[in-house]
């Protein structure tokens, strides 16, 4: 019985890493005023982080790299989001897709020139 218990405690806990891990990151994921903390048990930490000061007021923004599926099977975009905190709460997110030119007309909004290859 107890042989049986573990076996079942190990399925399930492998199957909830299974299904966390086809969670997608989502813009929309971060709301304003959310904590760093709340950020990071999303989107998890970076390390590439940069400070700056506007009219007195400090600003950290912090900038993650994503590679998402693309619409054609093989097919990958990139993507970079920058989370801006204030007093240690989010106040602006920004998102951009990477491409190169034969991507652009599949984002209007616009893209981040990719690595030329």
């Known amino acids: 019985?107890?042989?049986k218990r573990?076996?079942?405690l190990f399925l399930?806990?492998?199957?909830?890493?299974?299904f966390s891990s086809c969670y997608s990151t989502h813009v929309s994921d971060?709301?304003?005023n959310m904590t760093k903390e709340e950020v990071v048990s999303l989107w998890g930490k970076t390390d590439l982080i940069t400070y700056r000061t506007v009219k007195?007021?400090?600003?950290e923004t912090w900038e993650?790299?994503?590679?998402?599926?693309?619409?054609?099977?093989?097919?990958?975009?990139?993507s970079v989001c920058w989370v801006t905190f204030s007093q240690d709460?989010?106040?602006?997110?920004?998102c951009s897709a990477v491409c190169d030119e034969e991507q652009r007309d599949i984002y209007p909004?616009?893209?981040?020139p990719g690595p030329a290859g």
């Open 1 to 3: 019985m107890e042989r």
């Open 6 to 8: 573990i076996i079942c």
């Open 12 to 18: 399930f806990v492998l199957l909830i890493l299974v």
């Open 30 to 32: 971060i709301k304003s």
């Open 56 to 59: 007195g007021r400090a600003f």
């Open 64 to 78: 993650y790299h994503f590679s998402n599926p693309g619409h054609k099977e093989g097919d990958y975009t990139a």
């Open 89 to 94: 709460t989010v106040v602006t997110v920004y």
């Open 109 to 112: 909004e616009g893209c981040i």
